[in-house]
């Protein structure tokens, strides 16, 4: 089993930036794939960033060139700055952890953004 921790979200103004950090433990498989969901009130679960372990990228269209997502496999550990946020950035971030059958998901952490 994967257990995924997440943290760095928070109150941010427009503009700015977070970035959020996601802890994996547990049976990691070498060759995953790690990313971000979000989902905002009454809109569905959006994929924001995903990294493969030899750290190829791919993002929403919404978030390229805001965000980067980034990941240290020493630490187990999975980043997403996210930069000039938006009204329409706020959600609640999930990361994810995928291998083969076998996927997992952090407890979620919160980004509002004050205009």
């Known amino acids: 089993q994967v257990q995924l921790v997440e943290s760095g979200g928070g109150l941010v103004q427009a503009g700015g930036s977070l970035r959020l950090s996601c802890a994996a433990s547990?049976?990691?498989?070498?060759?995953?794939?790690m990313g971000w969901y979000r989902q905002a009130p009454k809109k569905q679960r959006e994929l924001v960033a995903v990294?493969?372990?030899?750290?190829?990228?791919n993002y929403a269209d919404s978030v390229k060139g805001r965000f980067t997502i980034s990941r240290d496999n020493t630490k187990k550990t999975v980043y997403l700055q996210m930069n000039s946020l938006k009204s329409e950035d706020a959600a609640v971030y999930y990361c994810?952890?995928?291998?083969?059958?076998?996927?997992?998901w952090g407890q979620g952490t919160q980004v509002i953004v004050s205009s």
């Open positions: 994810f952890y995928k291998y083969l059958q076998n996927i997992a």
């Open positions: 547990g049976s990691i498989d070498s060759f995953n794939v």
């Open positions: 990294i493969t372990s030899n750290g190829s990228t």
